[in-house]
């Protein structure tokens, strides 16, 4: 037969053993596996950021594949980001975290224009609405430079026009000039 000092013993210990337990626990660590960017594979900066502008989704395709066309006929693959909204987009560029914004040549006020390096490459829409490839002048130098004579050749080869074709009917007549004439430095 237990006697009454058992029974007032064991809380005791049951009492001790739970603040043990809780006082030890306060200095666990998680151990869960940390989501990186770098669980994903190779993490790239991005060179160039773009928004989806409202309008034809070809337009926004056209674009896109006009850029990296440009680049890859001078031996660039800058990594391209197109981000959700044009507030995005412009403050991702303002802020120097890329070199390159295609944008509306709007996208910019009159004055900060001037800090800019500019290069029209399509005219989008009914009204040819230009749709320029900003860049800025620390980072984007290199960029703007592969990216004009990159423009020049891909139009020269025919391959321009291959392109608007594959997105829309055809080319309309002096569309190229229309283009050359937003680009003064061009040949």
Known sequence: MKKNSDYLFFPCIR???????????????????RITAQLF?????????????????????LVLEIVNEAFKAVGKSPV???LPSKQLAVYTFFN???????????????KVKKQY??????LA???????????????GLALHKAFVNGMQKIISSGKYQQLFEKYHDKLPAGFILRLKRQNPGWK
């Open 125 to 139: 829409g009914v009204d040819e609405q230009p749709v320029a490839l900003i860049f800025s002048n620390q980072r």
């Open 80 to 82: 391209v980001d197109v």
């Open 41 to 61: 594979g190779e993490e790239r900066q991005s060179d160039i950021v773009s928004y989806q502008p409202a309008g034809a989704h070809a337009d926004n395709l």
């Open 117 to 122: 390096r500019m290069v029209t490459f399509y």
């Open 15 to 33: 009492q001790f053993l739970v603040i043990f337990l809780l006082s030890c626990s306060f200095s666990a660590y998680a151990t869960a596996p």
């Open 96 to 110: 120097n975290d890329v070199a390159g914004l295609i944008g509306n040549q709007d996208d910019l006020a009159g």
